[in-house]
Each structure stands twice: as structure tokens, then as C-alpha cells.
């Protein structure tokens, strides 16, 4: 519920202020895409994240959509194999997406020795280690945890940046597998 509250403030204040759209001069200083693919990319996760909302099928606590030179991502747990076609049409269908990849596993109710606590414990580690490795750009490196699995994503600067991403990630205590999706420019 946290989270569709969070949602719901956010859609308000990009509605009344369109500059907030994500933007900030930071995240377009460092992102390896140009600003007006940052903004589309942008644009498009959010139509997707809009539409898994609306729909009745898709619970949109379950699904994530990231969105990268107009390849979308979606990630997250699933109850059914009609939510995922439900949810991989509903990314299909918005305008301008070139190509739908998931990571998405059928959800565990009970899952010993990863829940939430240590899926935030995960988290946590993987992005001090990323902050801390000062040849990492970790602001354009999104992170997924889906049943104690480290998903990676975004656009890196090198194959030697993306190395080292996966690295820390599979050295973080917990984690049972890393799916990298990281693109390297």
C-alpha cells in the first residue's frame, strides 16, 4: 500500500510540475543515455508502472518496469501465467517500447532464510559496495532483489564497470543468483 501511495504522489507532482519528470541535473550529468532517450525511457517505464496499476490481473506490488533505449524490463513475482502475459502485453502495448525482457519467478509465500529483512540486508550491502567503488557510476544502476536474486540494470560506461557490478553483487552474503541486464555503452 506504501507503495501506491508513493506512486500516486509522484503522478501529482509530475502532473503539476513536468520538470520533476525524474530530472534531476545530476541523474541527466551521469546517465550514459542522451537526455531526450532518458526522458522517452522515463516516460515509457511510467506509462507501464500506470498501466500495471489500473489493471486488475497485474498486482502492481508484484511487478516493476525499467526501461532502457525503449527495451523494457520487467521484473518481479508472479501468482499466475496470466499475470505475466497480462503484464508482458500491457508493456508490449505501450507506444514507442521496441522489445519486452522479464525476470519474473513464481511467488513463494514461504521462502526460509529470505524475506523482506533479508532482501533490504542485501540491498543494502550491494549498494554501499557500489557507492563505495569509486569506478562505478552506482546512480545508473538499478537494483532488484526477487527472492534473495540480485537482478542488475541499466547502462554502463564499460565492460570493466559491468564486471565489477556483477562481482560485488555475487560477493553480498545472501544472494542466491545474480541476473545481470546491464548494457554496456
Not at 490481473?57 to 521484473?75: G, I, T
Request: proline share 2%; aromatic share 8%; with cysteine.
Amino acid at each position: 500500500m506504501h507503495r501506491i501511495a508513493i506512486f500516486c504522489i509522484a503522478l501529482v507532482l509530475l502532473a503539476a510540475f513536468p520538470i520533476l519528470n525524474g530530472c534531476t541535473v545530476y541523474d541527466v550529468a551521469v546517465e550514459e543515455r542522451t537526455t531526450g532517450e532518458w526522458a522517452d525511457d522515463g516516460k515509457i517505464a511510467l506509462l507501464i508502472e500506470k498501466d500495471f496499476l489500473a489493471d486488475d490481473l497485474v498486482k502492481y506490488m508484484d511487478f516493476d518496469a525499467y526501461c532502457y533505449r525503449r527495451h523494457v524490463y520487467v521484473v518481479g513475482e508472479y501468482e499466475s501465467r496470466d499475470q505475466v502475459a497480462r503484464a508482458v502485453r500491457i508493456a508490449k502495448s505501450v507506444k514507442g517500447v521496441r522489445e519486452v525482457t522479464t525476470y519474473l519467478l513464481p511467488k513463494r509465500e514461504d521462502d526460509p532464510g529470505c524475506g523482506t529483512v533479508e532482501s533490504v540486508e542485501i540491498y543494502r550491502k550491494l549498494k554501499q559496495a557500489l557507492v563505495g567503488d569509486k569506478e562505478i557510476w552506482s546512480t545508473n544502476i538499478e537494483i532488484e532483489i526477487v527472492q534473495c536474486n540480485v537482478v542488475l540494470l541499466g547502462i554502463v560506461g564499460s565492460a570493466k564497470e559491468k564486471a565489477a557490478t556483477e562481482a560485488h553483487a555475487k560477493a553480498v552474503p545472501g544472494v542466491r543468483r545474480v541476473k545481470s541486464f546491464l548494457i554496456v555503452d
